[in-house]
Each structure stands twice: as structure tokens, then as C-alpha cells.
């Protein structure tokens, strides 16, 4: 079915999109998988091209343009080249809510220029060595004296890690008011007590920097307080967390597409017992079946994006676009896998790669059992 999602604006910001992942990133990415890390000159060349902090007000360097579909274009292209180290999606889809809607003035014109042009490359501390989809049971504190917080604690699996300038933690401000003493502190590279442990080695995406992050009586301005009030984070975060479940779904299916498109291919060229293998019924069934599941899912995304755009995308929504995409995602590149055969083991096939960078994200942005339950209680039982 024809998708009709995009206007003329959006194809053509995928043209330059396209040309830049050609140009700056495929050559290199391989290398980056070796060194663990992608290079900052990255993001800035990325922030001259204007891929960054679309949502961010022209006078702060942005694009002063609320339109997730420019965020989803470039989570397209950057999963078609399979380029997993760039936290571009990080940045962009998740902490630009937080960074653009949760500021006050001074701190729009303190970060924001930054953001917009790549130069201040951000993360999120949300999960910690004993918590993860449970944001309740975060340990990491911060004590308010005069006119700082004095921070302590841990977090760990940080996408961006190393690379980040700013890094916003949740932390409690009063442990003992449950979901209302938690809040949203910015903690900056270079203050002191602030230390990145270990580039963290994963099973997959390999290039993207995911660390673990310490704070040892780190004094934090509490000008660097989000939303300018107390007590708030576990709501801003619940409030942007839709946004970023969308962003992972855009990326399943996105990884699903590209990977079932190589695979038919592979099919179609490939021969055993002296024809094609996509002449063997039961590879043809497999891949009507993979097409027919990724297609329906691209439109419920797609779909999830109009409603994100015009403010209504719900909570709801948004978990059973990522649970059921992201399964999806795992399942597709699997099966493309087994139709590679042995080749589909050997790294030099995209294939392979895929599968190994597919699999955390029925983890991150919430398991499927967490997306579950949300949905489950959505029934009132």
C-alpha cells in the first residue's frame, strides 16, 4: 500500500540525510565498531546540516519546527546503513522534549545553541545498577544546600555516555514522597566528582558509546533544576516517555524493512539443488508472511506519528507500537537469518549485524513486559 506519511519538504531533508550517511558515516562506521565509539566531528558536521533539535527555537539555532516526521527520517536512514553507533535517536527524539520544553530562558540560551549545532551531545541517566524499567527505584540522590544539590549515586547502560556534555539525572530530592520526590537535575562534563566508568562492551552496536556514570557529592547549581520545580521528574518523564517508545518503533520497523528487503534479494540470487531459493515454497510463505506482519506495522506506526504530531498519542499507544515492533523486529531478522544459512552467521552480511544490534531493543525504552502491563491496566481491572 502506498505510504503517504511524507511531504515534499521530508523527502527532500532525506535526500541530504542520505548523502550524509554516504559521505560521513558508511566509510567509517566499520572502524567505529572497532574503536567502541563514533568521533565528535560526527555530530558537529551533523548540526551543520541542521539533523539536530528541529523542535528548538530559531533564536537558540534550531528549526523552531514541531514535526516528528523530520526526527523519523533520519532514525530511517541512519538504521538503513545500519550505522547503530550513532545516538543521533538519543538525542534528537528523546532529550529534545526535555531539553526544549522543560528550560527555563537562561538555560535555553546556556544549552540550546549547543544542541542545535551537535557541539553539546547529550544522554539520559534514568536506569541504575538495581533499577531499571522501575523508575520508582532509583537510589541516585540529591540533596539541596544553598544553591546547589549535592548528587550521589549511579547509573549505568547510558547511551551516549562517554561522548555526552550533558547528561540529565534523575534523582530523589526527598526519598520518603514515593513518585513526587523525584526530579530532573542537568549535570554537566567537567564538574567535579562527575566520572564515566567503562565504555561498556555489548552484544551488539558496537560503535555506540553506553556507559556507566558516577556521582560523588557532584554540586550541582540548582539553576540546573528541569521544569524549575521539585518533585517532578517522575511526571516529565512518564509525559515524554510515549515520544521515545515511538522513536524506538520507528527504528524496529525501519530495521525490519531494510533487512526482509536484502533478504528477498538474497533469495532471489541465491540457488540450492540448481534454482533459486525463493523458488522453494516454503521460503516464498516465510517472506509473505514477514512482508504482510512489517507492512501492517508500518502503517500503525506511521499512523502513531500523526498522533504524536497533533498531540494525541497516548501512553497506550505508544507501548503497544513499541512491543509489538520490536518483537517483530527480533522475529523478522531471525528468520532472515535462517534463510542466509550459514552466511547469515559470518559478519561481513548485514544480516548479521542486524541480529545482533536487534536484540536489546525489546529491552530499552521499557521491556515488552513493562509495555504489556501499561496496556493491561489501561482495561481498569
Known sequence: MRRDLFDEEHDLFRETVREFMAREVVPHHAQWEKDGIVPREVWKKAGELGMFGFSVPEEYGGSGITDFR???????????????????????????????????????????????????????????????????????????????????GQKTFITNGINSDLVVVVAKTDPSAGARGTSLLVVERGMEGFTRGRNLEKVGMHAQDTAELFFDNVRVPVANLLGGEEGQGFFQL???????????AVAAVAAAETVLE???????????????????????????????????????????????????????????AKWWTTELQNKVIDRCVQLHGGYGYMLEYPVAKAWLDSRVQTIYGG???????????????
Open 70 to 152: 523530520y526526527n523519523m527520517v533520519i532514525v530511517e536512514e541512519v538504521i538503513r546503513v545500519g550505522a547503530s553507533g550513532l545516538g543521533f535517536g538519543l538525542h534528537n527524539d528523546i532529550m529534545a522534549p526535555y531539553m526544549v520544553d522543560l528550560t527555563d530562558d537562561e538555560q535555553k540560551q546556556r544549552w540550546l545553541p549547543g544542541f542545535a549545532s551537535g557541539e553539546l551531545i547529550t544522554a539520559i541517566g534514568m536506569t541504575e545498577p538495581g533499577a531499571g524499567s522501575d523508575l520508582q527505584g532509583i537510589r541516585t540522590t540529591a540533596v539541596r544546600e544553598g544553591d546547589h544539590y549535592v548528587v550521589n
Open 238 to 248: 512518564m509525559n515524554n516517555l510515549p515520544q521515545e517508545r515511538l522513536s524506538i
Open 262 to 320: 536484502e533478504t528477498i534479494e538474497y533469495c532471489r540470487n541465491r540457488t540450492a539443488f540448481g534454482r533459486s531459493i525463493g523458488k522453494f515454497q516454503n521460503t516464498r510463505f516465510l517472506l509473505a508472511e514477514l512482508a504482510t506482519e512489517v507492512e501492517i506495522a508500518r502503517h500503525y506506526v506511521d499512523k502513531c506519528v500523526r498522533a504524536l504530531n497533533a498531540k494525541e498519542l497516548t501512553a497506550v499507544d505508544a507501548a503497544k
Open 367 to 381: 521491556t515488552t513486559e513493562i509495555m504489556k502491563e501499561i496496556i493491561g491496566r489501561s482495561f481498569g481491572f
